[in-house]
């Protein structure tokens, strides 16, 4: 069974940056993925990455986060930069039971993180 904690959530103003990260347990290699969630709005997948490293950005976010797994450490982490409000939501880490693909969409994972809050202020 794999179980996810997210931390490292906070506020930031505009043009900032935050790290997030999730412990994973139980990992085995899982193809993971950050997702975020804005009040009034559907979830929404913002990062992903498998076993083989590859790794897909929703278009509102490439070029400002990166996703990284480092597997020694059983972590997910999700660096934040220039920040807009728009990133202002509750983000989760999900894992899947496949070790390769990359998707951004909620069905294609298993196990899901309790949220982290972020709130980016202009």
């Known amino acids: 069974q794999v179980q996810l904690v997210e931390s490292g959530g906070g506020s930031v103003r505009a043009g900032g940056s935050l790290r997030l990260s999730c412990a994973i347990s139980?990992?085995?290699?899982?193809?993971m993925a950050w997702f975020r969630q804005a009040p009034g709005e559907e979830r929404e997948g913002v990062a992903c990455i498998d076993d083989l490293g590859m790794t897909a950005y929703a278009d509102s976010v490439k070029g400002r986060f990166t996703i990284t797994k480092v597997d020694a450490e059983n972590t997910l982490y999700l660096q934040m930069s220039a920040m807009k409000p728009e990133d202002t939501a509750v983000y989760y880490c999900a894992a899947a039971r496949r070790r390769y693909g990359v998707s951004l969409r909620q069905g294609a994972f298993d196990y899901w993180g309790q949220g982290t809050q972020v709130t980016v202020s202009s």
């Open positions: 139980g990992y085995d290699h899982n193809a």
